[in-house]
Every structure is written in C-alpha cells, then in structure tokens.
C-alpha cells in the first residue's frame, strides 16, 4: 500500500532486520521496505501475537527471508543479524492489561528480549537500530501535549518494560558507540491491527463491533483521550528515523503521533458515521494502568527527522474501515 517514498537514499544495497516483523506495525515496515525495493528484508518473530498470515504475501519473494524465532534466545537474535545493515526492532508483547496480568512474560520479551537484541546488533555492527518505545513512558506526568524530557511515573509493568528499552538504548549507543533511536508509539492503528482477544486495542475492537453489529465495549467513561495515529505515519517515522542524518543517535527518543487527540466516545461516533450505523457503545469499569490522557507534542520529530503525519484520524480511520472490508488500500 506505501507508493510515497519517506526515504531519500537508495535502498536496493540495504539490508533490514525487523524484529516483530510478523506483527501489526512491523508487517507494514516489512512491506514498505519490499515494495520500495529493499536488497534483503528479514524478520524475526515467533508468531507470540504475530501471524504468518501478515506476510503470506512476501514469503515468495527472493528477497525475502522468514526466521521463526525468538528473542529471549541469544542464537536466534544473532542468527538474524548477520549481514544486516540496519534493524527496526518492533518485536514485543503490548497491552498494559497483559503485562498486569503476567509482568515476568512482559519483562523476559520486552526487557531481556530487547538487551539479547541489542548485543546481537553490537556483535554484527549494524549501522543503526530503530525500536519501538510506547507513550505509556509518560505516566502519571498530568503534562499535556506530552515532552520527551517530561516523563512522570510508569503505571504498569508494560510502560516500565518500554522505560528500560530507553534506558538500554542510552547506554549502549555511548558505551558501544552505537546509532541507536528510540520512537514513542501514540496509539497507533490501520490495517493487519488484529481486533481478536482479551488484549487487543480499541480502534480494532470497535471497528470488528460495529461491523458485526454489536456494541463497542468502552473501558470507563469514554472521556479518556488519545492521540490516534494511522500506521503509515508510523511506517514513516521509523523509515526517517533510519536514514536522518546530522541528528543525535545517542539512544535519542522521538514521539511519534499526529498531534490531535479524539475522545473514546467521540471515536466510536466518527466510527459510526463512517460505518453509516448507529450503534450505542456499552461502559465497562475502567482498567488499571491506563493514562487519562494522552496528547504528544511532535515538533521534535518534525524538526530532527521530517517527520510529517500527513494521513490524520478520521482519513486513516476511512483507510482501515476499507482493510477491515477486505479492500485494497493505497496510502
Ligand atoms: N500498536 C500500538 O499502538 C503501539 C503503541 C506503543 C508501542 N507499540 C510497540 O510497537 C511494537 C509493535 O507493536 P504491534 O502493535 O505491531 O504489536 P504486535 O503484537 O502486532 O507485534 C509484535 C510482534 O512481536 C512478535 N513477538 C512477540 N514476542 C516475541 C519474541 N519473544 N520473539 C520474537 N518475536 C516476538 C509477535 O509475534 C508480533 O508479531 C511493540 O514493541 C509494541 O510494544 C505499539
């Protein structure tokens, strides 16, 4: 689906890892990369929440290699980095509620996983890595829109995974000389967002409802906000990230958003009018470790990287309300 190019380097003699890449957001990385010509594109994942359905479509393609494995184990992580130039390592277990429920299977995949990660980058001497950190780093900082340098406290055992990443970052890009960006995800959605099990995330949960004609189940209020963001302008940041020269690669962090923020309820409503229903949303207690609120200021993304959100809420909901109808979609 990605026909814009986000990069300005020629790509065909690079070499991707994407850790995750079976997953939501790394699937779409894996296929920019391969619909813009990409030498050799490899993922890495154990298919934990990922599905080899995501990447069916590149399993043909001769520059194209699956690893099926894991990155709590050291051999798998330097078996996957070999040869590689650069890695998006995308590869975690998400969901605050998951990691409430089992911190030590959120810790060994999101902390340890990311360290084996980052040693098997430093052993092959990859040029940079470009992770996956999260907004819930911002905690109960009351702070809106949200600061990279002001973070509160972390509300769950996820956000404190995704802390350490950055702290991990930190120190190995000055303590090994390593190119090594951080980007804080804002709730990101669109196509290959799988809307199946106790942990899947909102945008996906309501959009399956309304479609099957059942009532999106809201967790509080519905007051709560949250800076939605399509997934190609995700797809962009990592890809900016990447390339951006003359910038500090010193385990620096990135929000990455749109800048606007939507309440639950004003979410399911725009929902509804693109669905053309009108189905009522049912309340449920509120969950633990959920932020109130969340709002990212991205000006240090536009400045440092280019970044440029060109695709907003509602254009990116349209887009995949189409995936989700089984379409098509060109971004
Ligand atoms: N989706 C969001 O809104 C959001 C927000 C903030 C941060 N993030 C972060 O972005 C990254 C991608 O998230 P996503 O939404 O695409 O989730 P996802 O669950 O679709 O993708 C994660 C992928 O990692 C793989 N994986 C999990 N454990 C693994 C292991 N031990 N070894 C190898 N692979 C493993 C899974 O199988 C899956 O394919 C994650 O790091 C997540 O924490 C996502």
């Known amino acids: 689906m990605y026909t814009t190019a986000f990069h300005k380097k020629n790509i065909s003699d690079k070499t991707f890892l994407i850790t995750g890449g079976a997953g939501f957001i790394g699937s779409n990385i894996v296929e920019y990369l391969l619909e813009h010509n ?14 080899e359905e995501n990447i069916k479509s590149f399993l043909s393609l001769s520059n194209f290699t699956f690893i099926n494995g894991d990155i709590c184990n050291s051999a798998d992580c330097g078996k996957a980095c070999k040869g590689v130039d650069y890695v998006f390592h995308q590869a975690a277990l998400g969901s605050v509620p998951r990691s409430i429920q089992n911190p030590i299977a959120t810790h ?65 890009s000055k303590t090994y000389n390593m190119e090594i960006i951080g980007l804080r995800y804002f709730n990101i959605f669109g196509p290959r967002q799988n809307p199946k099990g106790e942990y899947a995330a909102a945008i ?23 800076d939605f963001t399509f997934v190609a302008n995700a797809v962009q940041a990592n890809i ?21 923020r939507i309440s639950l309820n004003q979410l399911t409503e725009i929902l509804n009018r693109l669905v053309g229903s009108n189905i009522t949303s ?46 098509k979609i060109v971004v």
């Open 108 to 172: 060994n995949v999101n902390a340890t996983g990311f360290l084996n990660m980052l040693i098997a980058a430093r052993d092959a001497k990859v040029k940079r890595v470009v992770y996956a950190s999260s907004s819930s780093v911002y905690g109960d900082s009351p702070v809106l829109p949200k600061v990279e340098n002001q973070i509160g406290r972390q509300l769950s055992p996820y956000a404190v995974s995704k802390m350490t990443n950055e702290l991990y970052g930190g120190i190995f």
């Open 282 to 327: 049912v309340y449920k207690a509120e969950r633990a470790g959920d932020v109130r609120d969340s709002l990212a200021d991205i000006s240090k993304a536009k400045t440092n990287l280019e970044y440029s959100p060109v695709i907003k809420i509602e254009e990116g909901l349209k887009y995949t309300l189409e995936w989700f109808k089984g379409n």
């Open 204 to 226: 996906p949960l309501f959009i399956d409802a309304l479609l099957n004609n059942r009532s999106p189940a809201i967790n509080g209020d519905g007051n709560q906000t949250r």
């Open 240 to 260: 900016k990230a990447m390339f951006a020269g003359n910038i500090n690669t010193e385990g620096d962090v990135y929000n990455i958003a749109v800048g606007e």
């Open 38 to 51: 990409a030498k050799k594109v490899v993922v890495l994942d154990n298919l934990a929440t990922g599905f």
